[in-house]
Every structure is written in structure tokens, then in C-alpha cells.
């Protein structure tokens, strides 16, 4: 597939080497030549100089045929214009990282008119996340496939779950039709054997059909923690957007930022919002204004080191759940692992978005895990599969991916090694994010993209 991106930064870069580990043709554009060698000098990509919003440049031959423009510069205009010039000259499909709240509000009406087929706006989707990460109050996290007939179930293991923790996978009584496909400890995610043992403070990924996964999370006895009151390091788009959503919710939300003018407009945008001027890094601030009582605590400056190092501190001095922003995407996993109850990047999230958008024709569901470590995902097997007739244990599947369910006509399948995948058959899949690529190529994914999902806002 042949992609061009409008900007070189580093979310286009970020978006740019993600692409290439896909096996896409990019084509990159930016004014800025210093950005674009050193994209070149890492990346088999096309570097083009020039405006990307330009129709001479979008004109040209590097460009022409190109399937998809994402347009992901500084400037939510010039994004807009690069869309809306590029769908005139017969790209099919555009992108624009629009992240300015007004533009993107009247966006979710007019970007159809605007020649915008998807709005990706990062601070938004970043703090819709942590609202997420916040506000879950099931015990145990799920996502459905297969019209919700199979689930995947994430579980934190605590010492009093006897069921799983100290336990060997091999010892562990599992509802037919479920099955341990991965283990994240420690920041890193790991597809277990039945010899490996389930740690407290473990999270373990389980597959199975919905009635299965409902006797394991019946099991599960946790405690909820109602989410009352929320302090905000940061006034930024992310600390407003996340803000705005939970005052919807009737909690208590407490800001912190320390440029005086912007203090003033988050006063106004938000009334039912405490919003206090000051240096968030000031220790003594932090425990003036209740940290120890807070139920909920958000670090989203623009330092990831003041990120981390204060979100650590709130959970020391007692903040029951801790949440980080890191910009750079290899930050979020080592995040964890110093004990931030969630680290999220929004530059990941958008790359998550857009690999929805480009995949949708085929891979009906996507879900990324662990900041994007690992992903779980939904198809059809093709006409012409490589894999049709073989037995999974000689279909050539890499390490690190497992065919957790097959459902095939009115049958729900926890596959074994021996069992044959068919033509027809819908597959749920967990892979290890290096391996993605491989899979689309043995199930006939790559190419012939359809655009058929609803673009995600």
C-alpha cells in the first residue's frame, strides 16, 4: 500500500517507521530538509522537500497513486488543506491530526465536506484513555470478539486470588474454552508455558467464549475503588479534555498549572473544576492540596521526567491510582515497571488508530495491549490462504502468536496443534506487535484494503 505522510516530526516519524515495519510504501513531506535526512538515513522511505498542503507537491510524481495521505503537521490548517487537496486530486482516503478542541468538534459534522475521512486528535483520544484507565470499575477488564460470542479478560493478580497466584499455569483450573495467551510482568508481555508461574502483580490475558470468561471473572473477588476525586498535573489539552469529561461525571477535579493566563481560561472552560496556579513539582503543594486523599492522580506536563517522577512521589505519599503521560512511546513500559499504576503515550494511541483505519477492510477487530507490545485482532481466512488445510502445528506461525479461538458456522474452537484451519473460518488471533506483519501475510491480509470501518474520532 502506498501512503504518504504530510510532516516529518516525531509523531510523523513515529507513524512513518511503524508503517515501514508493515511493509507499506511511504512517501514523506516536509519543508524542513534537516527532519527529512534524518528520516532517510534510518528509513527505506521516499523524502520529499516541500509544502504538503501544496498541490503542486501533492501533483507530483512521487506522490501520484499514493492510496492514503495522513496529514500530521504542527498546524491543524495546513493538515486540513493537505486533505482536502489531496482528496481532489484522487487519493481515496486521508487523515488529518487535528488537535485544536473547536476544529474538532465541528470536524465530527463537516470533515466529510472537508475531505477528512479520519480525525485523529491525540491529546483527545489520550485522555479518553486515562478516563479509561480511571473510572474501570469491573473487576476484571474485557474486550469482545466475535460479535461478543469470544472475549479476551485482563486480570491483575493479587495475593489473595489463590486461584492464579503462586500457581503454575499447568495447576490452574481453567472453564473449557478459555486460555492463558499472555502474561505482561514488569512492563514486558510474555506468552507463558504451563511450567511458568503467576506472580502477584501480574497481569494475565485470558481468551475464551464470553460464558467462560464470565465463571473467571464470577471468581475474581476485588475490591472496586470508586473514583471521587482526581487531581490534574498539567492544564494542557490533556489535562482540559480529560478534566471536562470526568466533571461530566460528578467528580471532584482538581488542576494544577502553573502559567497564570492559562489558569484563566481553564477557570472559564471549566466551572465545576478546581483550578490552582503553581508549580506542580513543589512537593509541599502537592501534599497542601490533598494527594494523600486523592483517589485518582494524572501527571500530563509536557516533561515525561516530571511525569514519572511525580506520579512515583503521589503513589508514595498515598494516591491510590497513578496515572502518567510519556511522550516518547519506549518510556511507557519502563514506566510501569517503577510501579505508576498506567503510563500512556499519546503518539502510540494515534498509530493505533490509524492501523485500525488501514486494516479495517480485513481485520475485523483490533485491540492493542501494553501500549501496542502486543495486539489481539479478528479475521476472516481468505480465498488462497497459505495456511488453509495445514494443521496450526505446520501452518509456519512465528513464536509469540497464538490462534486463541475458531469459529467456524455455529462451532467455537480453542484450537491444539492438529486442528486444520479452513477457508471461512474466523479467527482470533494474539500476536506479539513484532510479528504482525508476518501474520497478515500468511492470512492474505496485506493489500486490497477496503476502508470499510467507521473512521474513529
Not at 8 to 14: D, I, M, R
Not at 64 to 72: K, R, W, Y
Amino acid at each position: 500500500m502506498k501512503i504518504t505522510v504530510v510532516g516529518a516530526g516525531k509523531v510523523g516519524l513515529e507513524i512513518t517507521r511503524r508503517l515501514c515495519d508493515e511493509g507499506h510504501d511511504i512517501v514523506v513531506i516536509d519543508k524542513i530538509e534537516s527532519k527529512l535526512t534524518g528520516i532517510q538515513e534510518h528509513l527505506d522511505v521516499l523524502c520529499l522537500k516541500g509544502n504538503g498542503s501544496s498541490a503542486h507537491i501533492l501533483r507530483s510524481p512521487e506522490v501520484a497513486g499514493s492510496d492514503l495521505l495522513a496529514a500530521v503537521t504542527n498546524s491543524d490548517e495546513v493538515n486540513m488543506i493537505a486533505c482536502m487537496t489531496a482528496k481532489k486530486l484522487g487519493i481515496p482516503k486521508t487523515i488529518a491530526r487535528i488537535r485544536d478542541p473547536e476544529y474538532a468538534r465541528e470536524l465530527v459534522i463537516s470533515k466529510e465536506d472537508l475531505g477528512v475521512d479520519l480525525v485523529i486528535n491525540p491529546e483527545y483520544a489520550a485522555a479518553m484513555e486515562i478516563n479509561r484507565l480511571l473510572t474501570v470499575s469491573m473487576p476484571v477488564h474485557t474486550e469482545p470478539f466475535a460479535n461478543g460470542r469470544v472475549q479476551l479478560a485482563d486480570i491483575v493478580v493479587e495475593e489473595n486470588m489463590k486461584d492464579f497466584a503462586g500457581r503454575k499455569l499447568s495447576d490452574i483450573e481453567m472453564p473449557p474454552s478459555s486460555l492463558v495467551v499472555a502474561i505482561s510482568r514488569m512492563g514486558q508481555m510474555v506468552i507463558p508455558g504451563g511450567k511458568d508461574t503467576i506472580l502477584s502483580g501480574d497481569t494475565i490475558y485470558i481468551l475464551g467464549l464470553s460464558e467462560s470468561i464470565s465463571k473467571i471473572c464470577s471468581k475474581i473477588k476485588k475490591k472496586k475503588q470508586k473514583m471521587q476525586k482526581v487531581m490534574i498535573l498539567g492544564g494542557g489539552r490533556i489535562g482540559y479534555y480529560l478534566a471536562d469529561k470526568l466533571c461530566t461525571m460528578g467528580m471532584k477535579v482538581k488542576i494544577i498549572e502553573q502559567n497564570r493566563d492559562r489558569c484563566q481560561d481553564l477557570a472559564e472552560l471549566l466551572p465545576d473544576a478546581l483550578v490552582l496556579q503553581g508549580d506542580g513539582s513543589d512537593v509541599d503543594l502537592l501534599k497542601r492540596e490533598g494527594v494523600k486523599d486523592t483517589d485518582g492522580f494524572v501527571a500530563v506536563t509536557g516533561i515525561d521526567e516530571e511525569n514519572l517522577l511525580l506520579s512515583l512521589l503521589a503513589k508514595q505519599i498515598g494516591a491510590k491510582r497513578v496515572v502518567a503521560k510519556v511522550s516518547r512511546p519506549s518510556f511507557a513500559p519502563l514506566v510501569e515497571r517503577l510501579g505508576v499504576d498506567a503510563a500512556i503515550s499519546p503518539r502510540l494511541i494515534i498509530i493505533s488508530e490509524i492501523l485500525r483505519f488501514i486494516r479495517g477492510g480485513k481485520l475485523l477487530t483490533l485491540c492493542l495491549l501494553l501500549n501496542g507490545l502486543a495486539e489481539v485482532f479478528e479475521l476472516i481466512v481468505q480465498p488462497g490462504t497459505k495456511v488453509t488445510g495445514k494443521p496450526l502445528s505446520r501452518a509456519g506461525l512465528p513464536k509469540g502468536v497464538i490462534v486463541g479461538t475458531i469459529l467456524r458456522e455455529d462451532k467455537t474452537i480453542v484450537p491444539e496443534g492438529k486442528d486444520v484451519i479452513m477457508e471461512g473460518d474466523r479467527l482470533v488471533i494474539f500476536s506479539l506487535g513484532q510479528h504482525i506483519h508476518v501474520i497478515e501475510s500468511l492470512f492474505n491480509v496485506v493489500g486490497g484494503y477496503k476502508f470499510e470501518q467507521e473512521p474513529y474520532i
